[in-house]
Each structure stands twice: as C-alpha cells, then as structure tokens.
C-alpha cells in the first residue's frame, strides 16, 4: 500500500474536516479498488481497522486527542462515517472471493473416481427372522424376548421336560459351570430353544396370548454343513378359548406361502415335542422341485421344516401356578418353532451354514 502516515491536523472547523476526512476515503476507495485475492483483502483490514497500526487507529490517536472541546462532537461523528465506509469497502471486497490464482490453487479434478463409502446392509439371518416376524405380525402377533442364559426351569421343565426325562437328551446342552450347589431348576445353561419364553410370557400375561419369539439359541453340536452350535429359531404362540389344530394348521401353511410362495403346500407328520400334545412336524412342497423329487428333497418332493402342535395341559399348569386363567378345561392354544437358518438357507440357496457366520464380504454383499 502506498497510503502515508495520517498527517497532523491543525484547523478543526468543519470546512477542515471535511477536507481532511474526504481525502482518508478517497485513499480507502483506491486501495479497496486494488485488492486482488484474499491475501489483499487481509492488508487492507490490517492497514485500516487494525488495533494497533492501522489508519483509523491513527485517526482516532492525532486527530480525537488533539481536537479542542467543541469540535470533538463533529470529528467524532465524521471518524464513525469513515469508518463504515471502510467496513463496507472491506465486506465488499471480501465478498468477491479469491483471486483466479488462488481458485487454481485449490481447484479439485471433477474427473477424478470419487471415493466409495460402503453403505450397512441387514445380515441375511437377521432379514429373513425379521421376514417371518413380519409374516405374523400382520396376524396381529406381539414380538416377545428372553434371556439367552436361562435357568433349568424354564428351558426345560416348565415345559414338561422332567428332571432325567430321556427327552432332555435330544438338545445336547451347554450349561454354566459351577451350579451344581443351586437346587436343579435354578440351575443356569445357555437356551437350547426359544421356548421357554412361552413360558416366561404366559406367567407375566393372562390369555389370550399371540406372540412370536425371535431370539439366539445354542447346542453343543458340532458344526457341520447344516448344523451350528449357535443358531437363531422363530417361536409362536398362540391361546384362547376354542384353537384348534385346525388353526394352527390354517396359521402355518398362510405362513409358508407368504415366505416361500403361494405355490408352496404344506403338510403335517405326526411327531412328539413334550411341551405339545399332539404333536407335529411341517413340511413343505420342496421349492427346488416344485415337488417332483430332486437331490435335495432326497427324491421325496418335500422337505421338512418346522416343529408344532396343540400346547400340553401339563404346560398350562405350570403357567398357572402364577396365572390362573391357563385353566385347559376353558382355553387352550398352539405353539410351533423354526430354525432361521433353515429358512434362510433354503429361501437364498445357502448349502453351508458356516457360511452366515464366516464374515465374508463376498457372500454377504449378495444379500444388500
Ligand atoms: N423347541 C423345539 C426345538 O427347538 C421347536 C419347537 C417344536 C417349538 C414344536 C415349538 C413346538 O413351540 O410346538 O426343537
């Protein structure tokens, strides 16, 4: 900049002052008028406002302190206008950006590849437990959760599961260590199944109950290509007065179509679960086939999937105990459970379950 020192001022009448302020604003207007990118616009701040040694400071230090009383009010007035004037100058200046060399300096190549942010997606168990969560709560259906650490009583004998009953053995089970001094049904294992949260639902609730349960269970099988000993089942529930197998064969075969397709056919094989009576596995038309018989039907056309039946009186009564309604002469009710893997190997064509649990971003993203 080329502005010199503020001159001292020795005649104080307006006609002076003026002069004297007219020529400051013009030196503002030609050095605002010459500010080329933003390194100009800081000079000029710094030559005008600032603290120390700007201009206006210098005004402010000759001029204010040398005027006589009466003219203090004038300057003073005159001092605020400039000063405007030169925030304006600077706002205006800044406002217009940087000069072409510093938008050169910092310009981005728009043909470059960007940089790819991978988006979550539901892990395929998850999408298809949620898929049959949805299936049966458009039925009305609650969803109901338990603890994945459960004590002997509602894992196994509340749902008619006796202490040394021989059916204990069909679900090899993984139990906390050191209970042996608790009394056998406080006694803590990692769940083997999703049905002891009939029973933990029953005993806060009485009925009518229509509920799934979605949740983690776990066995101490040793993994092979179908099996893992962590796995996720769908368990339902449903009471009032007057169910009946046929509404529980009804609920079941709509939920087949809705998650396989309205082709799929459904039926129903005699089987024993201790907390049902009758008892019944489901099985499907196989959805490879359409049911003409293939390798993985094992040429039978179907393939079986899921577990049911009419809820034991035996469990009512346990229910009971705390909720009196469970009465089985008044009401009475249905319960299935499905493995989630199951399901979903069979809806996507899995034939490893390792596979859903293996991290592999490869297998995963086909499901996004
Ligand atoms: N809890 C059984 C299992 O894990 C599955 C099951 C079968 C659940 C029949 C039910 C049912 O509610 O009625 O093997």
Not at 38 to 53: C, N, P, Y
Request: proline share 6%.
């Amino acid at each position: 900049m080329t502005n010199e020192a503020i001159p001292n001022l020795t005649a104080f009448d307006e006609a002076s002052l003026d002069k004297a302020f007219a020529q400051l604003e013009q030196q503002a207007r030609d050095s605002a008028a010459a500010i080329d990118g933003s390194e100009a616009v800081e000079a000029f701040r710094l030559e005008w406002l600032g603290r120390k040694q700007g201009r206006l400071n210098d005004v402010s230090g000759k001029w204010l302190k040398a005027a006589p009383a009466e003219a203090k009010k004038l300057l003073g007035q005159k001092f605020n206008a400039l000063k405007a004037t030169v925030e304006g100058l600077l706002e205006q200046a800044s406002g217009a950006g940087p000069s072409d060399a510093a938008l050169a300096a910092e310009a981005i190549d728009i043909t470059l590849p960007g940089t790819k942010r991978l988006t979550g997606a539901e892990h395929p168990i998850t999408k298809t437990l949620n898929e049959i969560v949805g299936v049966f709560a458009a039925l009305g259906y609650l969803v109901g959760v338990g603890p994945e650490v459960e004590t002997d009583f509602y894992n196994f004998e509340s749902m008619n599961f006796p202490p040394g009953h021989p059916a204990r053995d069909t679900q090899d089970t993984l139990v906390v260590a050191n209970q042996e001094r608790r009394p056998l049904r406080d006694r803590l294992l990692l769940r083997t199944h999703t049905s002891p949260v009939q029973m933990r639902t029953m005993e806060k609730q009485p009925p009518p109950v229509r509920i799934v349960i979605p949740g983690k269970v776990h066995r101490n099988d040793a993994a092979d290509a179908t099996h893992s000993p962590i796995f996720h089942q769908v368990e339902g529930l449903c009471v009032d007065a007057n169910i009946t197998f046929s509404d529980l064969k009804g609920t079941l075969d709509h939920a087949m179509k809705a998650l396989f397709g309205s082709s799929a056919k459904t039926r129903f094989f005699p089987s024993f679960f201790p907390f049902t009576e009758p008892s019944a596995d489901v099985q499907i038309s196989c959805i490879f086939c359409g049911g003409k018989g293939c390798r993985k039907c094992k040429q039978s056309g179907w393939i079986e999937l899921l577990g049911c039946g009419m809820v034991d009186p035996a469990v009512f009564a346990f229910a009971a105990e705390k909720q009196p309604a469970y009465d089985p002469k008044k009401i009475s009710g249905f319960a299935f459970g499905m493995g989630v893997e199951r399901i979903a190997m069979m809806k996507y064509g899995v034939s490893e379950i390792g596979q859903f649990y293996a991290g592999d971003m490869r297998f995963l993203s086909q499901f996004v």
